[in-house]
């Protein structure tokens, strides 16, 4: 089995001059990022097509998808008149085509994971998907992509739990919205909060909205405060809020909504976590799920950055070891408090969290702010509040080093199989020795997968 890696030209739309961010450019810097490393020809290849009606409906409302299939026959003027309903979104003739390719790869994706074809895989695609609501576009979003998929693959294939992992910058408040009843569906999301000053400026999106009736714990929300965070803030919410509660929960499928606006240079995001964080990131959830995990992109600016975090992301996802891990400086004092509130928070539906340790003691500008104060123009330090005509702060100059190439190990698999079964393909079969001639040690260095 080897991971899918599934990207298709057709999405390729050109979107709206007035975004400046959500661009084609993302997705095609990605694709050559994964050839020149090497990284798009060791995986599987399988073709995309268009999602169905029932399918989207899995997640979204009859009377939403019925106006969202009469824009490609409307005019630049109604196209305008249409998008004013709807929150920071931008429609184009063709999006509602490449909304439906969108899906249709990440189901695509599911199939060949629950199935067996692959272990594991990333779905390149665009519109993303996580903003998106049962009747309304949003953020980009026009259809939830992971949230319709976690529907089908619970659905086609009776899975009774999944997780979904949300790392993009912004709060995946249309996922949440989805599943936040729903106890068979654990979702997670680290997001800019900045005490409800950042985009989308949801109460819902602090750390104390955990839920609903049965689904009660079943949404984590890990809200920064501040911009700037790094490897290591990321680390500690995984080593003691999402890892702690994955574990319990005990997944049998995982999807992550893959935003790498959370890495470093990032307009959006303004966070200071390098490339190769992804890279360990990915290599801990892969321990859940028997490995099934299904990775589809949502938001990523910096196209250096991006790129970079896609491959960090894929390689790993192919079983290559992690990179060492750098710029590890331990959780600032903002970081340490979200995670603290949060596990508080999650305390009393969570067996692994009976036993909190005490709060740590928080600078005053990290301390929650009260909406009166800011009303009156007191803002948590280092936050940055986005105007609503969609103006965002001017980008500085980040620079970081590229990750470190990694090198595939020799052998990934060997497995003993049965004398009468066929080797697979991209395989090679040794018969067992007592004494290894060199010939075999050779053969055993050069192939990518063993079978015995």
Not at 109 to 117: A, E, H, N, P, R
Not at 154 to 176: A, T
Not at 378 to 406: T, Y
Not at 423 to 449: F, G, H, M, W, Y
Request: negative net charge; glycine residues 6%.
């Amino acid at each position: 089995m080897e991971n899918i890696y599934i990207f298709s030209t057709e999405v390729m739309w050109s979107g709206s001059p007035a975004c400046k961010i959500e661009v084609p450019e993302r997705l095609t810097v990605s694709h050559t990022a994964l050839q020149e490393e090497g990284l798009a020809e060791r995986c599987v290849s399988v073709p995309i097509r268009q999602a169905t009606d029932a399918e989207i409906l899995l997640a979204h409302s009859v009377e939403y998808l019925e106006a969202v299939k009469k824009t490609p026959h409307m005019s630049l003027d109604e196209l305008r008149t249409f998008t004013q309903q709807y929150g920071d979104v931008y429609f184009h003739p063709n999006i509602y085509h490449c909304a439906k390719l969108a899906i249709g790869a990440t189901l695509q994706l599911v199939d060949s994971v629950m199935t067996g074809k692959v272990r594991n895989g990333m779905a390149l695609v665009r519109p993303p998907g996580h903003h998106s609501q049962r009747s309304a576009a949003n953020g980009f979003c026009v259809f939830n992509n992971v949230a319709i998929a976690a529907h089908y693959a619970k659905k086609q294939y009776d899975i009774k739990r999944v997780l979904i992992v949300d790392w993009d910058v912004h709060h995946g408040q249309g996922v949440q919205f989805a599943f936040e009843d729903d106890p068979s569906v654990l979702y997670f999301s680290w997001h800019r909060y900045e005490h409800q000053g950042f985009w989308p400026n949801l109460r819902e999106s602090d750390y104390d909205s955990v839920g609903k009736e049965k689904g009660a714990g079943f949404n984590i929300n890990v809200p920064w405060n501040k911009v700037g965070m790094e490897n290591s803030d990321y680390l500690s919410v995984f080593f003691h809020v999402l890892l702690p509660i994955a574990y319990e929960f005990s997944p049998d499928l995982v999807f992550v909504c893959a935003g790498f606006d959370s890495a470093i240079g990032d307009p959006e995001g303004h966070m200071c976590a390098t490339p190769d964080i992804f890279a360990h990131l990915t290599h801990l959830l892969k321990s859940l799920a028997g490995g099934k995990l299904c990775a589809v992109l949502e938001g990523g600016y910096n196209l250096t950055s991006l790129a970079q975090s896609v491959c960090q992301t894929v390689q790993t996802l192919l079983g290559d070891p992690a990179p060492q891990t750098s710029e590890l400086n331990g959780p600032c004092e903002s970081a340490l408090e979200s995670i603290q509130c949060v596990r508080s928070a999650h305390k009393p539906y969570w067996a692994c969290l009976k036993h909190t340790v005490a709060p740590p003691v928080s600078e005053p500008s990290t301390k929650r702010c009260k909406l009166a104060e800011k009303e009156e123009g007191v803002q948590a330090e280092g936050s940055q509040k986005e105007e609503g005509d969609g103006q965002k702060a001017e980008e500085e100059e980040v620079v970081w080093m590229k990750p470190p190439s990694r090198l595939a190990p020799p052998v990934h698999t060997e497995v003993a199989l049965p004398a009468d079964l066929e080797v697979p393909d991209r395989c090679d079969r040794v018969r067992s020795s007592l004494a290894p001639t060199l010939e075999i040690l050779q053969r055993l260095r050069s192939v990518p997968n063993l079978y015995s």
